[in-house]
Nanobody
Framework: QVRLVESGGGLVQAGESLRLSCAASGRAFSANIVAWFRQAPGKEREFVAVMRRTGDSASYADSVVGRFVIAIAKENGKNVVILQMDSLKPEDTATYYC???????????????????WGQGTQVTVSS
């Protein structure tokens, strides 16, 4: 079992930055796949970014390429998965979720249903 806890959301103005963190407890193996999704009110949950817990093979949604970075960082002595979000836009407003999947064949990283574990979400609001 893996428990994920997100933090770092908030209210910012367009053009500003936020850094989200996702801390994991439990059996978070290095081969696992970690991702960020987001969901705006009335919309489906959508893929944002993904990578392996080793920090390689990062991939992004077209809407965030060049603005968001998914990476592993050290916080309070523990490795966390971060989503650095720069040049934020009002359309980035959503609840952001951290997700993790056990490695498997034919994995589809942009499909939310592929993931085994989810955090509770953190709200990001970008004002114009």
């Amino acid at each position: 079992q893996v428990r994920l806890v997100e933090s770092g959301g908030g209210l910012v103005q367009a053009g500003e930055s936020l850094r989200l963190s996702c801390a994991a407890s439990g059996r978070a193996f290095s081969a696992n796949i970690v991702a960020w999704f987001r969901q705006a009110p009335g919309k489906e949950r959508e893929f944002v970014a993904v990578m392996r817990r080793t920090g390689d093979s990062a991939s992004y949604a077209d809407s965030v390429v060049g603005r968001f970075v998914i990476a592993i960082a050290k916080e309070n002595g523990k490795n966390v998965v971060i989503l650095q979000m720069d040049s934020l836009k009002p359309e980035d407003t959503a609840t952001y979720y951290c997700a993790e999947a056990l490695p498997r064949s034919n994995f589809r990283p942009k499909m939310a249903r592929e993931y085994d574990y989810w955090g509770q979400g953190t709200q990001v609001t970008v004002s114009s």
